[in-house]
């Protein structure tokens, strides 16, 4: 995804900026899990979890899905370039259960990534304070002061071609938590547009970073429900 350009400051009027339009991937939304209260999904990259501002972003997940499930409703999302599974609740009582167990931290979340160099340690934490980067949005920065507390768990399952495989665990979920926390442990991830320098961007086709597995307690029934999604790299 390409960055839109900052707006200029002029001394006159503001000026609108031209419409930012995203790409449509043609794949598919697949429906991995449905019942009574909820889907879960699988998003391709290059498709945004929600509709943006312009009528020609209208295009997501959500109205593809809506489609076929009219009382779909969104709870979490996924960047426009991560691919991978998400839940989505079916009509507003469950979309408020499933909120909660994200606000409550229990919902077990897995991507896997493949990050630029070779990492030392077999397993890990990053642990380092998130931001608003209100200059250049919409990037986010590390910073101890405005910062809010985000904490990403890695562990190491292939080092390929100078490059390393990662589990990503996120137990907090900032905006673009899992790119900035690789960038910052000196791997960002292969194909980032946002947090890797040009050479990393250009060493994959797309963002190296696919959400592989959920798993939450039922809103309903309260058994653990887990569901997965391979890599498709």
Known sequence: ?????????????????????????????????????????????????????????????????????????????????????????????????????????????????????????????????????????PLQKICAETGKKSLTYFKVLDRQNGNSLLELQPATGRTHQLRIHCREMGHPILGCDMYAPPAVLGAAPRLMLHATRIAFPHPVSGRKLVGHCPAPF
């Open 1 to 137: 995804m390409n960055t839109p350009p900052a707006p200029e400051e002029t001394s006159g009027d503001s000026q609108e900026l031209p419409p930012y339009i995203v790409p449509h991937s043609p794949e598919p939304v697949r429906v991995i899990y449905v019942d009574e209260s909820l889907l879960l999904i699988r998003k391709p990259d290059l498709l945004l979890s929600v509709p943006g501002r312009h009528p020609l972003n209208r295009d997501c997940m959500i109205t593809r899905l809506q489609e076929h499930y009219p009382d779909a409703l969104v709870v979490h999302r996924l960047d426009l370039d991560t691919s991978g599974i998400m839940m989505v609740a079916r009509g507003k009582t469950t979309q408020g259960a499933l909120s909660r167990l994200f606000q409550e931290r229990a919902v077990d979340k897995r991507y896997r990534a493949w990050v630029a160099g070779s990492v030392s340690d077999d397993e890990g934490k990053i642990e380092l304070p998130i931001a608003r980067d209100w200059e250049n949005r």
